[in-house]
């Protein structure tokens, strides 16, 4: 059974940065892409971040130049590192897990955490 558990959340002031990790277990982690997912309240949940197994990434538009991702897979653990952050990046952040090469839809993934809150005041 995989299970990831996201960390790093917390409030922080804009202009400012916090890291997330996802750590998994439960089956070869450097086999499979892992994604970054966020859900503001009242919205769908969005695609922010992807990391593939060959450690191509992939980011959404308002994020570029601002968050990284990353993965460590000694550690089975992939992280966001989210720089500048703004408002509009409050939500729930979820990291998930696929097989197969990395994917911006929400419905490729097969495994999910059960979420971390990020909220950015202004």
């Known amino acids: 059974q995989v299970q990831l558990v996201e960390s790093g959340g917390g409030l922080v002031q804009a202009g400012g940065s916090l890291r997330l990790s996802c750590a998994a277990s439960?089956?070869?982690?450097?086999?499979?892409?892992m994604g970054w997912f966020r859900q503001a309240p009242g919205k769908e949940r969005e695609f922010v971040a992807a990391?593939?197994?060959?450690?191509?990434?992939y980011y959404t538009d308002s994020v570029k130049g601002r968050f990284t991702i990353s993965r460590d897979n000694a550690k089975n653990t992939v992280y966001l590192q989210m720089n500048s952050l703004k408002p509009e990046d409050t939500g729930v952040y979820y990291c998930?897990?696929?097989?197969?090469?990395?994917?911006?839809?929400?419905?490729?993934?097969?495994?999910w955490g059960q979420g971390t809150q990020v909220t950015v005041s202004s």
């Open positions: 990391i593939s197994w060959l450690r191509s990434t």
């Open positions: 439960g089956r070869t982690f450097n086999s499979y892409s």
């Open positions: 998930a897990q696929r097989q197969g090469g990395a994917a911006r839809s929400p419905e490729e993934y097969q495994y």
